[in-house]
């Protein structure tokens, strides 16, 4: 069974950064497209960024272009998203997804989500 396990969200101030990590065990990693997603309160879940099983030409929602950065290292079956210059915004608990067909999109693996909290 695929379990997604989503780790190093927390409280940051406005401006700083945090990185987010997704282990990912019991399925075939390195085959998987990988997306990072967020949920604010009250808010529809929104798409941050994604990376297809090959990492290249990573896409990135608008509001967090130039800010964050999606990698992932098939050695250690995770996936990573890098957080920049954070901003308040950005408070929401983050997803990370598995699309089994090695694109971005049609997820079909969650992870249960890590809280990122920014203070302005």
């Known amino acids: 069974q695929v379990q997604l396990v989503e780790s190093g969200g927390g409280l940051v101030q406005a401006g700083g950064s945090l990185r987010l990590s997704c282990a990912v065990s019991?399925?075939?990693?390195?085959?998987?497209?990988m997306g990072w997603f967020r949920q604010a309160l009250g808010k529809e879940r929104e798409t941050v960024a994604g990376?297809?099983?090959?990492?290249?030409?990573?896409y990135y929602v608008d509001s967090v272009n130039g800010r964050f950065t999606i990698s992932r290292d098939n050695a250690k079956n995770t996936v990573y998203l890098q957080m920049n210059n954070l901003k308040p915004e950005d408070t929401a608990v983050y997803y990370c997804?598995?699309?089994?067909?090695?694109?971005?999109?049609?997820?079909?693996?969650w992870g249960q989500g890590t809280q990122v909290t920014v203070s302005s």
């Open positions: 997804a598995a699309s089994v067909n090695g694109e971005v999109g049609s997820y079909v693996y």
């Open positions: 019991g399925g075939t990693f390195s085959r998987y497209g």
């Open positions: 990376v297809r099983w090959s990492g290249h030409n990573p």
